[in-house]
């Protein structure tokens, strides 16, 4: 899982499961059955494309013909079988019928099935394979055909390196949305590609042996009524190579493993806090988090040659990792989180350090970067104040972004455009030479009122989106137009939307023509929690987790994202401090950006343009 290797690892994989594809169609297509007459029909399947995400419909369509030969006998009681085989777990009878009736010489070409892909049945990525069958009463087959379709990634995550089996209960009310959080965290973050499965089920269910075909296995244990299987169990302690993968054990029920834990250097002697602290010390580093849930499950170290305290609650152990006694000389393979970390989320709370262990399973190393950023940059904004503010960044060594508004609409509707404002084009063209790069911010920053005051993709007094995805298309293209006509273009790097607030296809059109976002994710999933970049399929959305310094009361500001920047330096294995500032402050403000600054560098913090994110920039 380190970073040698992964992309023949990725290739290896590819090539077994185009193998395994290959090998699953003949065995079907050649297994031995029993067969009434194959000449009397022919039948073709197929589906009306060939990849689906989540919340698309499948829609299978059958071809069938019925031979003329008058020699040949009818079929009046034929039965139709179709099954579904999933990448993970058994197979599927889907919606089977009855005494149809096959007439000689008909023809069919219709919609078979419409096959809804959501969570429950289409949980797993990978390749379906449906089979159709035309039966005789007594099982024997007519005619018989296969086809298959891929159920892709979430819209989150790109080119995975590893592939991650998650395994919880069936019961909605207790996995969710915790149990989705961690799904898209995962692929947004990790780089890792998730397939979902149930402990217990009718059709999705964990098998013996399901862990095998993946590097990373976490169990999410927010159901403390229904304990695992034991299948599981074995599987994850004491499975054939299991110490060459990493598993990752996640809530409750850890007193279902309570044979094999001595194995890893543990026991299951819960130890309760005392006093209910909130504070939960990440060891690694000293530094103390908000731990906000109520039960936090802390366990007893046996063996700290084998079982390492990553995490305490007064002192008590509730996250370790540890080494297997049989295989020492290996690195650690087991690590126990003793709370849910999707769950009562706080900014800048102990999910962190959840998130800082994840990189430690997956081989990541993020480092320590800092991005600033300088916000509103228009026709009408100070000159003196803004190249003051970049000729300290530059005498800082520190680049920067400047989110750019090219075309200003005054009170009476008339507009400035950077492409034919001299003045504006020249300030903008120094501030760059200090070292800057640039994001489109919006078109004008504005729909019917002020710019870089007003909203310009969502109508704030409706709370609604403004226009389609053609709107957003055309206020794209008048950006990139004056972008592209005050010969900027070399220096535009994104895209930031006004206010963060636009429609979904607004957001469609924006990750088609812009490789990253700087800006907090809004899909939901608690991503802004995150101190990473998040990757979208089509684009990489970078946070300004820090936020920004107010007018109002800047000293407060300051004290505030130096104390978050803390937290964020505590984590091991890196994190992006984001922050963005208006050189509308004036000079007096500048002082508040240079404290910041000289902070940020006093606690290691390396600083980078967000461009630094994009891969083969």
């Not at 102990?350 to 190393?365: K, M, R």
């Not at 130096?562 to 500048?590: K, Q, W």
Request: glycine share 6%.
């Amino acid at each position: 899982m380190r970073s040698s290797g992964r992309e023949w690892s990725q290739i290896k994989r590819t090539l077994v499961l185009m193998l395994g594809i290959a090998l699953l169609l003949v065995t079907l297509s050649s297994a031995t059955v029993q067969c009434a007459d194959p000449s009397l029909c022919t039948m073709e399947i197929r589906t009306d494309k060939h990849q689906y995400h989540l919340g698309e419909s499948v829609q299978l369509y059958m071809w069938l013909e019925v031979d003329i030969n008058p020699d040949l006998p009818g079929i009046e009681n034929a039965q139709l079988q179709v099954e579904l085989w999933r990448p993970v777990g058994p197979m599927v009878t889907l919606a089977p019928r009855e005494d149809i009736p096959l007439r000689k010489g008909a023809e069919w070409d219709e919609l078979l099935l419409t096959l809804p892909v959501t969570e429950d049945s289409f949980r797993n990525t990978g390749v379906y394979v449906v089979h159709a069958a035309f039966l005789s009463q007594a099982g024997a087959t007519y005619c018989e055909a296969y086809t298959s379709f891929i159920i892709s990634r979430s819209g989150f995550g790109k080119d995975p390196d590893t592939r991650t089996l998650l395994v919880t209960s069936r019961r909605a009310d207790v996995t969710e949305p915790f149990l989705s959080e961690l799904v898209v965290w995962l692929e947004a973050a990790y780089r890792t590609e998730v397939h979902l499965i149930y402990q217990e089920g009718v059709y999705q269910a964990y098998q013996s042996g399901i862990y095998e075909d993946f590097d990373v296995l976490i169990y999410y244990a927010t159901d403390y009524q229904h304990p695992p299987p034991h299948e599981l169990v074995k599987d994850l302690f004491d499975g054939e190579g299991i110490t060459n993968k990493k598993v990752v054990w996640i809530g409750y029920n850890l007193d279902t493993a309570r044979e094999y834990l001595p194995l890893y250097g543990l026991g299951y002697e819960t130890l309760s806090p005392e006093n209910g602290s909130e504070e939960l010390l990440y060891v690694d580093s000293g530094v103390s988090y908000t731990l906000s849930q109520p039960d936090p499950i802390c366990v007893e170290v046996l063996d700290d040659e084998l079982a390492r305290v990553r995490a305490t609650v007064e002192d008590a152990p509730v996250i370790v990792s540890a080494k297997n006694a049989h295989f020492s000389e290996n690195e650690e393979c087991f690590y126990f989180v003793g709370f849910h970390p999707t769950s009562y989320l706080a900014p800048f709370g102990a999910h962190l350090v959840f998130c800082d262990i994840l990189n430690e399973v997956y081989g990541i190393d993020r480092g320590r970067f800092a991005l600033v950023r300088l916000e509103d940059i228009h026709a009408l904004t100070n000159s003196e104040h803004l190249l003051s503010v970049t000729g300290f960044l530059k005498d800082e060594g520190v680049p920067f972004t400047l989110a750019l508004i090219p075309i200003y609409v005054f009170e009476d509707g008339t507009k400035t455009h950077i492409s034919w404002n001299s003045d504006f084009r020249g300030m903008v063209s120094n501030a760059l030479l200090d070292g800057g790069e640039f994001v489109l911010h919006g078109a004008t920053h504005q729909y019917d009122g002020p710019t870089a005051i007003d909203f310009e993709f969502w109508d704030e007094k409706s709370d609604t989106p403004i226009g389609d995805s053609e709107y957003a298309l055309q206020r794209v293209a008048d950006a990139l137009i004056e972008i592209e006509f005050s010969e900027l273009k070399p220096h535009l790097v994104g895209w930031e939307t006004p206010h963060y607030k636009a429609s979904n296809e607004a957001y469609t059109v924006f990750e088609e023509y812009f490789e990253l976002l700087y800006e907090h994710q809004y899909w939901g999933f608690d991503l802004e929690l995150l101190p990473y970049p998040a990757q979208r399929e089509n684009c990489l959305y970078v946070p300004t987790n820090l936020y920004y310094v107010k007018g109002e009361a800047p000293q407060n500001d300051v004290d505030r994202i130096l104390d978050e920047a803390r937290l964020l330096a505590g984590l091991r294995y890196g994190a992006v401090a984001s922050f963005f500032y208006h050189p509308s402050l004036g000079l007096e403000g500048l002082e508040y950006l240079k404290k910041i600054i000289w902070g940020l560098q006093e606690q290691g913090w390396i600083f980078q343009p967000c461009s630094h994110f994009i891969e083969d920039k």
